[in-house]
């Protein structure tokens, strides 16, 4: 449901109009009267509040199971505090923006969701890398890293890299759809370093198995690296 307020006021016009009850007004939302400049603020009365949970815990749900909606309603929550409207479009803008004010290189990085999904989406390893590198110094980093699954355990790679120097160490989010698999995070290597990763695989010929398979084999050698 693309517009959630908007259809539960279509709704609930229908069934007023199935027991006879005549209603003038178009069904409308605050945000669609925003976007046409006719939001007049009318008073309101606050029924209810319900705190959601802390960013932290949205997050980490967010990466360990690839909560599809969770990352679809962080990326319109960005865009609403930064414009005041909850657009995809302008939350995709907000994203870019942001990373390359912090130096990312956003050359080849073009963002059409914030789930993944869109085949219009494009990043390169140099732009995930980057990412990861500026998170492993910022404030939130722990909170950042918590939130990926670890091979061998949990999330996605719970049956990744078992009884490998990756198993319990080795720290990323996972991607897949049709023809495209990726791994992005980090692991210690046999020094002890942390390492910050990113590997793609585009329009590959085998299997979807063979090719997780490929992947693995990969990141079990950043892990061993001296």
Known sequence: IPDPALFCAQQLQNSLKAIGILITAKPTTVRALKEAEMYTGLPKKTLLTNY????????????????????EH????????????????????????????????VGGFFMNDGC????SNVITTKTEA???????????????????PVAGKSGSLGNL??????ANNLCAKSGYITRVRGYAGYVKNKKGE?????????????????????????????????
């Open 161 to 166: 890299c078992q009884g490998t120097s990756a």
């Open 130 to 148: 980057q990412i990861l590198w500026f998170m492993a110094k910022d404030k939130n980093f722990k909170a950042f890293y918590d939130s990926f």
């Open 74 to 105: 962080l990326l319109k929550y960005m865009a609403y505090t930064a414009n005041g409207i909850g657009r995809e479009d302008q939350g995709t803008e907000v994203v870019t923006a942001f990373w390359e004010k912090k130096g990312v290189d």
């Open 116 to 119: 993944g999904l869109s085949r």
């Open 52 to 71: 959601s949970p802390s960013l932290n815990d949205i997050v980490y749900w967010t990466n360990l199971k690839s909560n599809n909606l969770y990352a």
């Open 194 to 226: 942390m390492l910050c990763f990113s590997v793609l695989a585009n329009n590959y010929e085998c299997s979807a198995p063979e090719m997780k398979k490929k992947l693995e084999k990969l990141l079990i050698a950043i892990a061993e690296t001296e």
